[in-house]
């Protein structure tokens, strides 16, 4: 019998939706097959979105192990929204049908894990388990901001996806705020006390 070799399963994890002043913050963990090396992966934030959402399909299908999670709005506005991406970061880890032996975390702050784990700023641009679990993240975060958009049609959610851009902030301004929005966000945070003023 020959020797075997156990390599150690390493999972890499990240976040989609840290900024945006709507919707929920998205986390992913995955564990790559060494066996089934998936080309093209690479931070999501430089990748195009028929690329994302191309490499989203061939990680759900080749990856040995995924997980997607989130946390709401309702907890970001509760606990910060560190905390809350840290709780989101936490589930995708935990939600993982195959234990992992060490995590490796996108950024400089590292959730609560059961597990060995190491922070690695810039990690989705050098680790290609934490550059699939970004573009899972972003790919689910961003189909749900689509659903935001077939809900609320007068919020352009399917383009800026929630981030505070000059068309968002205008049509916050006109329509007011949805109950998707971050309320201790700005500017939905001072339009809130300029509310209890009155």
Not at 46 to 69: C, D, F, H
């Amino acid at each position: 019998m020959g020797n075997v070799v156990l390599t150690s399963l390493i999972a890499g994890v990240d976040e989609a939706g840290r900024g945006p002043l709507a919707g929920p913050v998205f986390a992913a963990a995955v564990i790559l097959d060494p066996q089934r090396p998936i080309v093209g992966l690479a931070d999501s934030k430089v990748l195009s979105e028929s690329k994302r959402n191309s490499l989203y399909l061939i990680i759900k299908e080749s990856a040995l192990s995924w997980s997607i999670a989130a946390a709401s709005v309702e907890e970001i506005d509760r606990l910060n929204i560190l905390q809350a991406t840290m709780l989101a970061m936490q589930r995708a880890v935990q939600g993982l049908p195959i234990h992992p032996d060490e995590v490796l975390v996108d950024g400089n702050r590292l959730p609560d894990l059961s597990m060995p784990a190491q922070a690695i700023v810039k990690g989705d641009s050098k680790v290609q388990a934490i550059s699939a679990a970004s573009i899972l993240a972003k790919v689910e975060r961003d189909k749900l901001m689509l659903d935001c958009h077939q809900r609320h049609p007068d919020f352009s959610f399917h383009l800026h996806k929630g981030y505070g851009t000059k068309q968002h902030l205008a049509e916050i301004e006109q329509f007011g705020f949805l109950e998707i929005h971050r309320k201790t966000f700005n500017p939905v945070k001072t339009m809130l006390m300029r509310q209890e003023r009155v």
